[in-house]
């Protein structure tokens, strides 16, 4: 029955090893010291799916990468995400498990140069030329001259606006699919239906894998630009319910199972804790 459960979970998902990596590595790891010996890397890695093989390559291409740093203790090998990757985690960390931010108004840039793909990771739309339009999140470093902006008239405009600039279309997708992949198990859940630990953590990485593909790639536009069926909302519920139904027993399993370099992973901390916490008041 688990490996039914975790086999359709899995299926449903486009999962390569060196991303599935650093989701162990965000989730897992790096709120418990950061540390994990490469042998549970690999137990892990097969409740996954991932042949032994398979994961020893993805890690030395991500070390290659500049994403893991390994250190040896004996004949043991230990990584740890590098200080780059361990940043970007971070940041989407507090996307994941923080409390949701959401944008209240409207930033344009007047920025020559700027990269598509700069672009794409700061959720700015070209407007026209070097003139660009992002929602405005706190904490952003704007790029080139910035002003702050606000609609004044036309506000029920915006939806169809902002869908010429951004492909709400296909972000919509990624939701309603993490949604469709992901609310059986929520069912099986809510129908008391047993899991063992081991399953619970893979499922709980395989949830966190699909949302946090959906949710980094969404600009995260203001409520009033939103089509009134946005599913992003839904998707942020259900994976905050996953999530904290999934973790006790998840929880427990890593504190058996995942040996860093002073032994053991605890199986909780306080920044779990303070994940679960933020997760339960969405």
């Known amino acids: 029955m688990a490996e039914t459960l975790i086999t359709t979970l899995r299926d449903g998902l486009a999962l390569r090893a060196p991303a599935m990596i ?16 490469m042998g549970t890397l690999i137990e892990i890695g097969a409740a996954l799916g991932f ?27 230990f990584y740890r995400l590098a200080e780059n990757a361990r940043q970007e985690f971070s940041a989407a960390a507090r996307l994941l498990y923080g409390k949701p931010a959401r944008a209240t108004g409207w930033q344009i840039h007047h920025a020559p140069g700027l ?18 339009l992002r929602p405005d999140h706190p904490g952003f470093a704007a790029p080139g001259l910035c002003f702050r902006s606000e609609p004044l008239t036309g506000i029920a405009l915006l939806p169809e606006y902002v869908a010429g600039l951004w492909p709400l279309d296909r972000h919509a997708t990624a939701y309603r699919a993490m949604i469709a992949q992901f609310s059986p198990l929520g069912d099986r859940l809510a129908s008391g239906l047993p899991v063992s630990a081991e399953t619970a953590l893979v499922a709980r990485l395989l949830l966190v894998h699909a949302y946090r593909g959906a949710l980094l790639r969404d600009p995260r536009l203001p409520e009033a630009a939103l089509p009134d069926d946005w599913p992003g909302e839904a998707a942020r519920t259900l994976f905050a319910q996953l999530y904290r139904t999934l973790s006790p027993a998840a929880d427990s399993y890593i504190g058996t199972r995942f040996e860093g370099g002073a032994g053991l992973l605890p199986a909780r901390t306080a920044e779990t804790q303070a994940r679960l916490l933020a997760l339960s008041e969405d």
């Not at 897992?28 to 540390?35: D, E, I, S």
């Not at 990269?115 to 660009?132: C, I, K, N, Q, Y």
Request: charge should be positive; avoid cysteine.
């Open 22 to 37: 650093v989701t162990i590595y965000g989730d897992v790891v790096v709120p418990r010291g950061g540390v994990l010996w």
């Open 115 to 132: 990269t598509e793909e700069a672009a794409r990771r700061g959720a700015l739309a070209r407007m026209a030329g070097d003139l660009w």
């Open 51 to 77: 042949s032994e093989t398979l994961v020893r390559t993805a890690v030395s291409r991500l070390v290659a990468a500049g994403q893991l740093a390994g250190e040896r203790e004996g004949r043991r090998s």
